[in-house]
Nanobody
Framework: EVQLVESGGGLVQAGGSLRLSCAAS????????IGWFRQAPGKERDWVSFIVGDRGTTYYADSVTGRFTISKDNAKNTVYLQMNSLKPEDTAVYYC???????????????????WGQGTQVTVSE
């Protein structure tokens, strides 16, 4: 059974930083796609960033390019999302998502992923 457990969310002022973690069990990062969606109140779940395959090719939504960095630690089976220069519009529940194929649609959609974490709240104040 695949489990994804997010942590690291919280309240931060605009311009601040947070690092999210997604610990995976029952799942290996080889030949996989894993990363993050986010969903603000009343809005659709949008993709944020993904890391794909053994080479760790990374993808970022335009809204976070240059501010967020995704990385993974294969030994710990954990993916990280370093979020810098946070803005109030980054406020959302952030969800870790994964699937066991190393391919990436642009843009990725929630329906493309069969494994999800419970979500972690990120709130950025003015």
């Amino acid at each position: 059974e695949v489990q994804l457990v997010e942590s690291g969310g919280g309240l931060v002022q605009a311009g601040g930083s947070l690092r999210l973690s997604c610990a995976a069990s029952g799942f290996t990062f080889d030949d996989s796609t894993i990363g993050w969606f986010r969903q603000a109140p009343g809005k659709e779940r949008d993709w944020v960033s993904f890391i794909v395959g053994d080479r760790g090719t990374t993808y970022y939504a335009d809204s976070v390019t240059g501010r967020f960095t995704i990385s993974k630690d294969n030994a710990k089976n954990t993916v990280y999302l370093q979020m810098n220069s946070l803005k109030p519009e980054d406020t959302a529940v952030y969800y870790c998502a994964a699937r066991s194929v190393a391919t990436m649609e642009i843009p990725p959609r929630p329906r493309h992923f069969e494994n999800w974490g419970q979500g972690t709240q990120v709130t950025v104040s003015e």
